[in-house]
């Protein structure tokens, strides 16, 4: 459980940051930035990050379903914590929850040093 | 008939054998759940193969040496301001016309036999002198200086037919003669004609045909590598979202087993769908730990 539980936090944060990158970033500078200028070729080169994004978010589906069912989270929950990797940021907040509830019910499993 | 079934179910949902279990699944209020599941299953393999036939159909547009194929009039496969047909790519075509010699520009950064060079580009007008025109490359030159004079007047050769670049690179001096790509946008400040979306490789060395003089022939196997990476995305995409459709397989299956099995090990109550994630300690039977 607990490994679960950590291998879910460092993929929610990867997906996170890759999402983040690729919706708030790469995507505005591919289509915002003035044609053929240095951030519009930066903008488009970027966006083969999404293929990453795709294959992190992929791992991270399998693996917050697994601990859906282990930590028993609701069914509403478990689709927002799913939906949170193609929604830009929401999944910062989940992996918050996640991990207070995480601390909150399994204190013995956790360090006392986590932040 | 499905009411029959789902009456027989719920009259036995208490001490249910074993084959019963699967009636009791289509109980109307169960309906919700097989819908979403079925469609999301359906969009996901559907996405899936569509991504997957973009992939085939860039990698056979790739594959697909047309080069070989009986010339095409320009005419029949491109029309001045059509975009690029992409099952083009390659293939020969007869261009007729009139030498634009004073917009000729050399292309930087192509090899041949692995010596860095130019290529010698001259746009055709096809219709009229002062009409639409095509570039063509006319052939491969090692040195800006050592480029023969422009060929003038009427002309008709064969060339391989190309989309033009543009993946953006910057000319780094604009005032030459010397571009960086074949690129619509750089040679229209050339020419007072529009141009096609196109280009053409002379194809037709043996001819009759002045352009090429003083040029080595430029061939296919010098252009650049054009959409094998976006082909690769393609396919990635195609796994991932069959990917997504197999999870959305297995979820449901999982849900459908919980739901049997809990009216088999729970005595008192069969869990509702809401129930079943969330519930009691004993309510996962699969998964509790």
């Known amino acids: 459980m607990k490994n679960l539980f950590n291998a879910y936090r460092v993929l929610a944060i990867i997906v996170g940051v890759l999402l983040a990158f690729c919706s708030l ?51 509403a929950f478990t689709i927002l914590a799913l939906a949170a990797g193609l929604i830009p940021l929401l999944i910062f907040w989940v992996e918050h929850k996640v991990s207070q509830r995480f601390r909150a019910e399994h204190p013995e499993l956790v360090t006392s040093d986590a932040s | ?102 917009a000729t520009v050399l292309v930087s950064g192509r090899e041949l036999d692995g010596r860095e060079g130019y290529w010698v580009v001259t746009p055709v007008a096809t219709t009229r002198p002062d009409g639409p025109a095509l570039p063509v490359v006319r052939g491969w030159t090692p040195s800006p200086d050592d480029v023969p004079a422009p060929p003038t007047g009427a002309t008709e050769l064969v060339g391989w037919l190309q989309p033009t670049e543009g993946t953006g690179e910057a000319d780094p001096d604009p005032d030459d003669d010397i571009l960086p790509q074949v690129r619509t946008a750089d040679l229209v400040q050339r020419v007072d004609q529009d141009l096609y979306g196109a280009y053409a490789v002379v194809a037709d060395q043996d001819g009759v045909n002045d ?31 069959w990917f997504f459709g ?24 069969h869990a509702t769908p809401e129930t079943d994630s969330e519930g009691e300690p004993a309510g996962t039977a699969g998964e509790g730990q």
């Open chain 1, 25 to 75: 970033v790469a995507l505005p500078l591919k289509y915002l930035a003035p044609e053929g200028s240095d951030l519009q070729q930066f903008g488009e080169a970027a966006s083969i990050m999404w293929v990453a994004h795709g294959w992190v978010f992929m791992i991270y589906v399998v693996v917050a379903f697994l601990l859906s069912r282990k930590a028993k989270w609701t069914p």
């Open chain 2, 211 to 241: 352009g090429t003089d003083g040029l080595e022939q430029a061939t296919l196997a010098q252009l650049p590598d054009v959409g094998r990476f976006t082909a690769l995305r393609n396919v990635l995409y195609a796994l991932e979202w």
């Open chain 2, 246 to 269: 197999a999870f959305a397989l297995f979820v449901w299956v999982r849900w459908m087993r919980d739901e049997t099995a809990d009216t088999q090990t729970g005595p008192e109550t």
């Open chain 2, 1 to 102: 008939m499905r009411i029959s079934l789902v009456n027989q179910g719920i009259g036995r949902a208490r001490t249910p054998p074993y084959d019963q279990d699967v009636p009791r699944l289509l109980a109307p209020r169960y309906w919700g759940v097989h819908l979403v599941a079925i469609v999301a299953v359906a969009v996901a393999a559907v996405l899936g193969a569509w991504q997957y036939d973009a992939w085939q159909e860039r990698r056979a547009a790739e594959a697909v040496d047309l080069t070989r194929l009986e010339p095409i009039p320009l005419d029949d496969a491109i029309g001045p301001d059509d975009p690029f047909p992409g099952d083009k790519v390659g293939q020969p075509v007869v261009i007729e016309g009139t030498w634009v010699p004073d």
